[in-house]
């Protein structure tokens, strides 16, 4: 009986991305395969290792290059990603390590959240410009603010900014930890560590995509944070403000 277009496609697709199911006698059919085979994945491979390098290294160092390689494996054959981007993998390997898969080797209770730490630098530094971005200028008033295009909040229960080869925690941080990343005027990706107030500061403007005027955010941080005496945070926000504008990680509205 002859098989369907759509039966011999899944069936080289399926060969493609797991060999193990390729069954065939024919030498040059073989040969041709593990050409395909070699090409897909060294493809998925390098933007998988380009993208998670501190990963990689950890995996690595624990495991072995073939250790690395398993867990871009198994990512390349279980993973249905929706994008037909190569700038999109970084993201969808991100997503289906939060799945919490399970891989031959043992990956530290910290790898999805450093994964997506290093997918948003990633993110963040090919984010498409925008017209009418307009950065802090030293000594310029401001009435209104909202947060940069290019900057974007994310918290962790480790420490991700830590985390290498001489750092492997074995236990999350004792309080959740808050982050920025975001591109500065110079185009360069930074990070910001920030507490918990300025976490719900940077929260509460990106819920805002249009600014909040300076008034309006310091009535809606006292709302929400009422332990605080309002003369304490406001004067806390004031500062934290032009910080974050010198930094770039938030922008005037005219």
Same mark, same amino acid.
């Given at each position: 009986?002859?098989?369907?277009?759509?039966?011999?496609? /899944?069936?080289?697709?399926?060969?493609?991305?797991? #060999?193990?199911?390729?069954?065939?006698?024919?030498?040059?059919?073989?040969?041709?395969? /593990?050409?395909?085979?070699?090409?897909?994945?060294?493809?998925? *491979?390098?933007?998988?290792?380009?993208?998670?390098?501190?990963?990689?290294?950890?995996?690595?160092?624990?495991?072995?290059?073939?250790?690395?390689?398993?867990?871009?494996?198994?990512?390349?054959?279980?993973?249905?990603?929706?994008? #037909?981007?190569?700038? +999109?993998?970084? /993201?969808?390997?991100?997503?289906?390590?939060?799945?919490? =898969?399970?891989?031959?080797?043992?990956? =530290?209770? &910290?790898?999805?959240?450093?994964?997506?730490? +290093?997918?948003?630098?990633?993110?963040?530094?090919?984010?498409? *410009? +925008?017209?009418?971005?307009?950065?802090?200028?030293?000594?310029?008033?401001?009435?209104?603010?909202?947060?940069?295009?290019?900057?974007?909040?994310?918290?962790?229960? &480790?420490?991700?900014?830590?985390?290498?080869?001489?750092?492997?925690?074995?236990? =999350?941080?004792?309080?959740?930890?808050?982050?920025?990343?975001?591109?500065?005027?110079?185009?360069?990706?930074?990070?910001?560590?920030?507490?918990?107030?300025?976490?719900?500061?940077?929260?509460?403007? +990106?819920?805002?995509?249009?600014?909040?005027?300076?008034?309006?955010?310091?009535?809606?941080?006292?709302?929400?944070? =009422?332990?605080?005496?309002?003369?304490?945070?406001?004067?806390?926000?004031?500062?934290?403000?032009?910080?974050?504008?010198?930094?770039?990680?938030?922008?005037?509205?005219?």
């Amino acid at each position: 009986m002859t098989q369907s277009f759509q039966t011999i496609q /899944k069936t080289f697709i399926d060969a493609i991305k797991d #060999p193990q199911t390729f069954c065939d006698t024919d030498a040059d059919h073989i040969r041709r395969m /593990k050409i395909y085979q070699s090409l897909f994945f060294n493809n998925i *491979n390098n933007f998988v290792s380009t993208g998670f390098p501190v990963l990689k290294s950890i995996v690595v160092k624990q495991y072995g290059e073939k250790g690395w390689e398993s867990i871009v494996r198994q990512f390349f054959i279980e993973h249905e990603c929706r994008s #037909p981007y190569f700038a +999109e993998i970084s /993201k969808e390997f991100v997503e289906y390590l939060s799945t919490e =898969p399970t891989f031959d080797i043992t990956l =530290p209770d &910290f790898a999805a959240e450093l994964a997506h730490y +290093e997918w948003l630098e990633l993110d963040v530094s090919i984010r498409k *410009n +925008e017209d009418h971005v307009e950065f802090y200028q030293e000594g310029e008033n401001f009435t209104a603010i909202r947060v940069s295009p290019y900057a974007s909040l994310a918290a962790y229960q &480790f420490e991700v900014h830590l985390i290498g080869e001489d750092y492997i925690p074995e236990q =999350p941080a004792q309080e959740q930890q808050f982050y920025i990343v975001y591109r500065d005027r110079e185009f360069d990706v930074q990070f910001a560590h920030v507490n918990p107030v300025t976490a719900i500061l940077v929260n509460t403007l +990106e819920q805002n995509k249009q600014g909040m005027g300076v008034e309006q955010l310091a009535e809606s941080l006292c709302q929400q944070l =009422p332990q605080i005496p309002s003369n304490v945070l406001i004067n806390g926000m004031n500062q934290t403000l032009t910080e974050m504008l010198q930094k770039g990680i938030l922008l005037p509205v005219p």
